[in-house]
């Protein structure tokens, strides 16, 4: 009898390390998808035995009653976590588990380009893989007001960088995201002002630097011109840049900016109208912002394209002309096709 229940007992030991064992197989043995990465989706409040079923229901060719098992034997079955999830080929039951306890989430990225104009945001928001396009259709009023900023204009109001979403987020929580940073961004750069800093808001800082951001070629030309259009608004000389210009056109714009164009007043001509535009025309970047309120010690009140990026500055019109002459002979200053501003011209307006 006692041989009995010895042998009976090494059969059930040798069971169990067989289950053991081929259990230990399993979790380590990739999961049978149906197409090379599927989405998994886990609300909030789903139970262990829930995550188990709408694993399976993704179509992953896996016994739900076993992964539950597998989950609840792991002691993490508590700790797995609501999201959006994207399986990839590969992925073995321990491997999954992981995922779901760490909360690692399906990710895509944005890149809002500095200098960008709102138009340019909205069209790449809208093309942005797997971002939920809540915007679609809204009024710029409607999207301000939306984010929580009615009646300001979306101008420049979100700060260019490279942003990461879940799968499934939205594009204005993304704009939320994007907001609340340039709303840092400007804070900081406001309070690190220069004391005869010729504007008189943060605001208007935001709007001389989203032009500062348009105007600059390379980056060590930035405070510098930064300084010209600064010494321009303290003897009330006009701005006269073309990037303002251009934004006035708004699709009107075809690449090739004609004197006409000058002559025709928007809001935005800094040509025809005197000191700074109502409404900022891209999105500045942190240098952009830093350059517009803490300018160069310059003097310099035009200033010219060498033709590689860099900027030659003049405090003369004299020596703005012949720097004209030498890196622009020919262009007689009738037109352009980027931003260049009167700056960069052989005539200019006092």
């Known amino acids: 009898m006692r041989s009995f229940f010895l042998t009976l007992f090494l059969l059930a030991a040798l069971v169990v390390l067989a289950l053991g064992g081929g259990g230990l197989w399993w979790v380590h043995q990739p999961l049978k998808l149906p197409a090379p990465s599927v989405d998994l989706s886990v609300e909030p409040g789903t139970t262990p035995r829930g995550i188990a079923q709408a694993v399976a229901d993704t179509g992953v060719d896996v016994q739900p009653q076993l992964l539950y098992l597998w989950f609840r034997l792991s002691g993490q079955d508590r700790q797995m976590?609501?999201?959006?999830?994207?399986?990839?080929?590969?992925?073995?039951?321990?491997?999954?588990?992981?995922?779901?306890?760490?909360?690692?989430?399906?990710?895509?990225?944005?890149?809002?380009?500095?200098?960008?104009?709102?138009?340019?945001?909205?069209?790449?928001?809208?093309?942005?893989?797997?971002?939920?396009?809540?915007?679609v259709g809204m009024t710029d009023e409607a999207l301000m007001a939306k984010l929580g900023k009615p009646g300001v204009h979306p101008e420049g109001?979100?700060?260019?960088?490279?942003?990461?979403?879940?799968?499934g987020s939205t594009d204005i929580v993304l704009l939320q995201r994007a907001m609340r940073a340039m709303d840092k961004k400007l804070e900081a750069a406001w309070a690190a002002r220069a004391a005869d800093l010729p504007v008189k808001t943060a605001d208007e800082a935001l709007i001389l630097a989203s032009i500062v951001e348009k105007e600059t070629g390379k980056a060590n030309d930035r405070a510098e011109i930064a300084a010209v259009f600064a010494n321009r608004l303290r003897i009330g000389m006009p701005l006269q840049t073309d990037p303002t210009v251009i934004y006035g056109?708004?699709?009107?714009?075809?690449?090739?900016?004609?004197?006409?164009?000058?002559?025709?007043?928007?809001?935005?001509?800094?040509?025809?109208?005197?000191?700074?535009?109502?409404?900022?025309?891209?999105?500045?970047?942190?240098?952009?912002?830093?350059?517009a309120v803490q300018p160069a010690?310059?003097?310099?009140?035009?200033?010219?394209?060498?033709?590689?990026?860099t900027s030659q500055f003049s405090s003369s019109l004299d020596d703005h002309n012949r720097a004209v002459n030498r890196y622009q002979r020919g262009d007689g200053g009738n037109s352009s096709n980027s931003g260049n501003s009167d700056a960069t011209k052989p005539k200019a307006t006092q």
Do not use: C, H
């Open 157 to 167: 109001r979100f700060f260019p960088d490279t942003y990461t979403y879940s799968k």
């Open 81 to 135: 976590r609501a999201g959006s999830y994207e399986l990839e080929r590969g992925v073995t039951p321990k491997l999954l588990l992981n995922i779901l306890v760490r909360g690692e989430e399906a990710t895509r990225s944005l890149v809002l380009v500095e200098g960008w104009n709102i138009r340019q945001v909205r069209a790449a928001l809208a093309k942005a893989d797997q971002l939920k396009p809540e915007s």
């Open 297 to 309: 010690q310059s003097k310099s009140l035009y200033f010219v394209s060498r033709g590689d990026g």
């Open 249 to 291: 056109m708004g699709t009107a714009f075809d690449g090739n900016l004609r004197k006409k164009d000058l002559q025709t007043d928007t809001p935005w001509n800094t040509y025809t109208r005197g000191g700074l535009p109502p409404t900022p025309i891209s999105m500045p970047g942190k240098a952009a912002l830093l350059a």
